[in-house]
Structure formats: structure tokens, C-alpha cells
């Protein structure tokens, strides 16, 4: 559970952040650095066709090296606006429920922009590789290597539809590198951290020797063991509701009943309900320092 704010004054509650750039700065900042590279990469462009004009052929060399990076920078506010701008309205028919689970589908449009942009990028770097001196060759050319392996990490990734199984012995959570489900008493541990991918996630730790661990994929890089990644901004919910939700339903087991009536559970989408029914030995830390956010 996150600590209140540090220092003798107590920052506002935010909404909580989806990604690992929305935590280093504000949203309206992050907007403002778009504008700022798409400003720049049309610079580019033009210089690109300026240069391509040239009667030399060097001039034309050069042309095609500045088109690729214009090219670079033309994706990455785009990526920027998916993973830190953009937030769309809820879609109740993710949200399906059963006598005997609530099933979350997430959208892998995080997954696919990022993988997006990394192959813009290496294709671009191969094109500066190609073309620049030997000199600056090497540089690109271990450039082009870094997003290779970034572009088979997301490829190998993007294939598991991103989701969260609620039912009244425990959880799955399909997230960037695991598929794996446990019983609520066997986790020891929830925690709202940095995933794989730059996303923010619901990290879930287990019991030493917990039984009902089942893994049913796990990513060719994944390394860390024993826990269980849930991908809030994936589910196109509020992140600060089902960190809430999990936390109840692991803490309280006469909660769980919610999530076998055959319905969702109104908490995952009714902000004043959620905060309002916070049980007293639960506490409110996540609220001394995140709010929910505006419901549309």
C-alpha cells in the first residue's frame, strides 16, 4: 500500500498513473512534448526534401538520413498520446460476468504502439547505418540491435490477450510476460510498481511454496518468479478501483461474493461506491495519495 505523501506539506491525491512516463512528469507536460516533436520532425521532413532536390548525389545520401530520423520522430508523439495522453471511455462488453467468475478483457494497444514504434525505429537506424560514415556506423548499428530485441520482447508478447479473472478462490492476470493464476490466500503481497513494458502495474507476490500458483505462459525473458503482474491500464479501467478491488478481495473474504453473483462488481466502476465502502481495517493510504479519476 503506497506511504502518504512525504514532507511536511501533503502533496494533492492524483489520478493514478498508467505509465512509467506519466509518473516522471504531468500529463500537460507530456502534451506539450508532443507539439514539440512534431514540430521538430517536420522540420526534418521539409529539410529531407530540400536536401532531396539536391543535383548531387550526396545531397541525396543526406536526404534519405534525415528522412528516416524525421520518420523516427513522427511516431513517437503518437506513442506518447497512447501511452500517457489517451484515455477512452469505458466499454462495458469487456467486462463479462458468470455465476462463477468475472473475466476483464484488456487492449493490447499499449503492446502494439510500442512495438510500432520500435520497428520505425530500427528501420530507421538500419537506413542511418547504411548510409552514414564508418565512423558513426557502429553506433547505429548496436542501435538497430537494442530494438531488435525490443521488437521480438513485443512480439512474442502481443499475441495473449491482455486480461484479469476474478472468481471467489482467487485470480489470473494475463499481463506482458506471464499468464498465471493463485488463490487469494496464498498471496502475501500488493504492490502498485513499474512492469516490463513501462506500464504501471498491480504487482502480486506469493506465499513461499504456494500451491495453487499455475503458470499457463511465461515470456522467453521473463526472469522474476513467484509473482503475478496485473496490467491496470490495459483493462481500460480505472487503475486505483481494481488496485482497490484486489486489495479487498484478498483481505476480505466475505468480499469475494461479489464477483459470483453474476454481475461486475459495481466497485470497478463506481468511484464513490469503491471509496465509500473502503472496510475500517483496510484503511485509505492508496487514497491519501491517488484519487479516482473523472467518470465518463
Avoid at 498471496?187 to 495453487?212: C, F, H, N, Y
Avoid at 503475478?228 to 486505483?240: C, N, T
Avoid at 468480499?255 to 483496510?282: H, I, M, N, T
Amino acid at each position: 500500500m503506497p506511504s502518504s505523501a512525504e514532507g511536511p506539506v501533503a502533496r494533492r491525491p492524483r489520478p493514478m498513473p498508467s505509465a512509467t512516463a506519466e509518473m516522471l512528469l504531468p500529463r500537460g507536460a507530456w502534451g506539450i512534448a508532443c507539439v514539440v516533436v512534431a514540430l521538430f520532425a517536420a522540420f526534418l521532413t521539409v529539410a529531407a526534401a530540400g536536401l532531396a532536390v539536391g543535383a548531387d548525389a550526396e545531397a541525396r545520401r543526406w536526404a534519405l538520413v534525415v528522412a528516416a530520423v524525421a520518420g523516427m520522430f513522427w511516431i513517437v508523439p503518437a506513442d506518447l498520446f497512447v501511452l500517457v495522453l489517451y484515455r477512452p471511455r469505458r466499454d462495458p462488453a469487456t467486462v463479462r460476468a458468470s455465476v462463477t467468475e468475472v473475466e476483464i478483457l484488456g487492449s493490447r494497444r499499449f503492446a502494439g504502439w510500442t512495438l510500432a514504434t520500435a520497428l520505425t525505429w530500427l528501420v530507421g537506424s538500419c537506413i542511418v547505418a547504411g548510409a552514414v560514415d564508418a565512423a558513426w556506423r557502429l553506433f547505429w548499428i548496436v542501435v538497430a540491435v537494442l530494438l531488435l530485441v525490443v521488437v521480438i520482447d513485443h512480439l512474442l508478447s502481443i499475441g495473449h490477450v491482455r486480461r484479469l479473472v476474478l472468481t471467489r478462490n482467487g485470480v489470473r492476470a494475463t499481463s506482458f510476460r506471464t499468464d498465471a493464476e493463485v488463490a487469494w490466500d496464498d498471496m502475501a503481497a500488493l504492490r502498485w510498481t513499474q512492469g516490463p513494458d513501462g506500464l504501471m502495474v498491480a504487482r502480486i507476490e506469493l506465499k513461499p511454496g504456494a500451491a495453487s500458483y499455475v503458470e499457463h505462459w511465461r515470456h522467453p525473458f521473463a526472469q522474476r518468479r513467484e509473482t503475478i503482474d496485473v496490467e491496470l491500464p490495459s483493462l481500460g479501467l480505472d487503475p486505483l478501483l481494481v488496485m482497490m478491488a484486489l486489495q479487498l478481495y484478498w483481505l476480505v473474504p466475505s468480499a469475494r461474493a461479489e464477483v459470483a453473483g453474476g454481475r461486475p462488481p459495481a466497485r470497478l466502476f463506481d468511484a464513490d461506491l469503491a471509496v465509500g465502502s473502503v472496510p475500517a481495517e483496510l484503511g485509505t493510504d492508496w487514497l491519501a495519495s491517488f484519487r479516482p479519476r473523472a467518470q465518463h
